[in-house]
């Protein structure tokens, strides 16, 4: 059994707890959270005894090997790096890091601890849909880009509206559109047509000074690929690669729970909806690294997983930056 400690008592935290329980290969171990009455509230609805209000005996704590890192994005990095120096392995919620520089230093900590693995929970490019797409897309000819779409209104964007500034609005915890929900059309484009030649942001701002929504360009040698995303207005529409005549369609580019190639003659389901919790396929693949580290085959979807993340971190660092986006950076010398 994978023992886990988590930091975090929001729902995905939740959520992650239920997806790793179903995979049979996990067990909550420990819970760390600011306030002694939320993490004893979160340990015993999921039945675990160990709560900790100290970070410090958190991470000294020899009751589990992985810790679950679901706090705000800006203090990823600092809860990653203390991780890996207590030889624990890491899943951590997107966006891993804010920038190159961070997601460099976390590399070079690994390279000191070689049988410790980092994951970024991005969910989508687990999923059996995405792993589907990938398949097909080695198949199909003409490629001539892609449009990936994430938005969804979000109920905190109310709390925005009433005057407060939740985590995921304040720019102070690196919030914002493109950290958030942007992170998924990211992986979907660099998962499936790797590192962009150039990239531009075109963020729509909100009063309180982070990006609600906006459109990234990422620009490839034969085509572009849009990602469109939002936290302050929905959309229904399907993400789309393009194939000459031929296109896969999407359900949703964040969910990534079902697809199809839609050809002039037919329309075939290349991976049905998947309707269990969104966080199993990722659990389930973070197990299988850490349950083989003697399977040269799995640790190198690990490793192509690690350069994932890295390019993803790189790229969203391009896009900030090019939109004027500096996020905070807790990183010192
Ligand atoms: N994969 C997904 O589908 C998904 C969905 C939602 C969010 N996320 C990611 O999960 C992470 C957390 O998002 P969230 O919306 O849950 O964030 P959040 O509600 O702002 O904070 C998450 C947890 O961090 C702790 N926290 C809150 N404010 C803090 C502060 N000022 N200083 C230190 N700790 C603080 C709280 O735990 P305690 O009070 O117990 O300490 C809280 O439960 C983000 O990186 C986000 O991108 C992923």
Redesign the pocket.
Not at 32 to 35: A, E, K, L, P, Q
């Given at each position: 059994m994978i023992k886990i400690g988590t930091?975090?008592?929001?729902?995905?935290?939740q959520r992650m707890v239920e997806a790793a329980t179903a995979t049979g290969e996990y067990e909550l171990a420990a819970v760390?959270?600011?306030?002694e009455d939320?993490?004893k509230a979160?340990a015993e609805k999921n039945h675990c005894q160990q709560v900790y209000c100290s970070l410090n005996d958190f991470m000294s704590s020899d009751q589990f090997d992985t810790v679950y890192i679901?706090?705000?994005?800006v203090?990823?990095f600092v809860q990653v790096l203390e991780t890996i120096q207590h030889d624990k392995n890491v899943i951590v919620?997107?966006?891993a890091f804010m920038n190159p520089r961070q997601m460099q230093r976390v590399l070079d900590e690994l390279t000191l601890h070689p049988q410790v693995r980092l994951f970024e929970?991005a969910?989508n490019v687990h999923m059996p849909a995405f792993k589907a797409v990938q398949k097909t897309l080695a198949k199909v000819h003409q490629l001539a880009g892609a449009d990936f779409v994430f938005s969804q209104y979000s109920s905190r964007y109310d709390l925005v509206l009433a005057g407060e500034t939740?985590?995921?609005f304040n720019f102070k915890?690196a919030g914002g559109a493109l950290a958030?929900l942007g992170i998924y059309p990211l992986y979907d484009a660099i998962g499936l047509f790797g590192l962009p030649i150039k990239q531009i942001y075109y963020p729509t701002m909100i009063a309180i000074g982070a990006d609600g929504k906006g459109t990234a360009i990422l620009h490839y040698a034969d085509y572009d690929i849009t990602l469109n995303f939002s936290k302050i207005s929905s959309s229904k529409h399907k993400s789309e690669i393009y194939a000459g005549r031929d296109i896969i369609a999407i359900d949703n580019g964040g969910e990534f729970t079902e697809a199809k190639l839609i050809t002039p003659d037919e329309t075939k389901v290349i991976s049905p909806k998947y309707v269990k919790n969104p966080?199993i396929p990722e659990m389930t693949d973070f197990a299988n690294v850490l349950n083989h580290h003697d399977n040269p085959e799995i640790q190198r979807q690990y490793q192509a997983w690690l350069q994932l993340m890295q390019q993803v971190n790189e790229t969203l660092n391009n896009l900030a930056v090019s939109a004027g986006i500096h996020y905070p950076d807790q990183f010192k010398e």
């Open positions: 930091i975090g008592t929001n729902w995905i935290t760390y959270s600011r306030h939320t993490g979160f679901a706090s705000p994005n203090f990823h919620e997107k966006p929970a969910r939740p985590n995921v915890f958030d966080m």
